[in-house]
């Protein structure tokens, strides 16, 4: 079973449990009035339908390369974990102003046993899919599900944030509590949503996702290297391309580089993992 066939897997089983906790949340957030409920549903709501533009685009980066894509199609997983980030903003920004106006307009809430009942269930299933979520992407090393996970465990906190402003409710009866829990979703949200955007964003730009350092230090244990003068790395630590500049013996043959070449991939890959491509350039040592 291919990488991205797992990857989906995960997607799909994520998919189920979203949607059905967002469902919960919502019917229970517009029964009791809760504006904070009905925020995390939605924003478990969101949870599900990023899962579905991760499924569509784990599904482009599993293309083969072609003429316009000649280094594969793996960036659409990083613009699918951008837009990810975006959407949570988005729905932080609705939250905020849904907040200010329970403030200076608050609303009788109808709180009951069913409603502790239900979002304790959906945190222990925030819980669960978050640690599945969150060891499948580590095995994998996926990027996709990585800014996925993180989107699914900020649900964990929000979710934890709103039954403890409900049980307040319920003891004092001050409303307001409602709102300004609905606030500490929408920032819990808006870090969530950051992080993401700042990790793919890194990538966007092509900044180097190993060090010249930690490179050079794998190349120069091939004995048929005599220096490693340049090393460059672009793209994630799921998929790199590394760019590599040695300095080989001056009576080595084409064949011999070929065989270097095979060394120096492999044990990239036996220290890194998943290496999408290594481009070795050769320069003769001075006799």
């Known amino acids: 079973m291919t990488t991205s066939t ?24 517009l029964m009791s009035g809760a504006l904070s409920i009905t925020a995390d549903g ?10 579905v533009m991760a499924l569509i685009a784990n599904k482009i ?6 003429d316009d894509h000649p280094n594969g199609h793996r960036r659409y997983e990083t613009l699918a974990a951008l837009l990810i980030g975006v959407f949570l903003l988005l729905v932080a920004w609705e939250i905020i102003t849904g907040a200010i106006d329970r403030l200076m307009n608050p609303t009788e809430l109808v709180i009951s046993p069913l409603t502790f ?15 599945y979520e969150r060891r499948e992407a580590k095995r994998l090393n996926s990027e ?37 829990s609905a606030l500490i979703v929408v920032g819990l949200i ?12 890194r990538v966007l730009v092509d ?13 120069e244990t091939i004995p048929q290297v005599v220096d490693v003068v340049r090393v460059r790395s672009r793209g994630t630590t799921d998929c790199a391309d590394i760019d590599i500049d040695i300095t ?3 009576e080595m043959t084409i064949a011999d580089s070929a065989g270097i070449i095979s060394s120096i991939r492999q044990k990239l890959c036996e220290q890194l993992g998943d290496v999408n491509e290594v481009e070795v350039h050769f320069m003769p040592a001075s006799k």
């Open 190 to 201: 808006g870090r969530a949503g950051m992080s993401i955007m700042r990790q793919t964003g």
């Open 6 to 29: 797992q990857v989906k897997q995960v997607l799909l089983i994520t998919l189920f449990f979203n949607f059905a906790v967002a469902f919960g949340k919502i019917i229970v957030g």
């Open 207 to 219: 900044t180097a996702p190993y060090t010249p350092e930690e490179l050079m230090q794998i190349v």
């Open 248 to 250: 080989l013996p001056a």
């Open 117 to 131: 009942v239900v979002m304790a269930i959906t945190l222990m299933i925030n819980v669960g899919v978050s640690r």
């Open 42 to 51: 939605f924003h478990s709501l969101i949870d599900g339908s990023s899962n």
């Open 61 to 66: 980066a599993s293309r083969p390369p072609d």
């Open 144 to 180: 996709l599900l990585y800014a996925d996970a993180a989107n699914t465990s900020a649900d964990v906190f929000v979710t934890l944030s709103v039954i403890i402003s409900m049980s307040l409710i319920s003891l004092t009866g001050w409303l307001w509590i409602d709102a300004v």
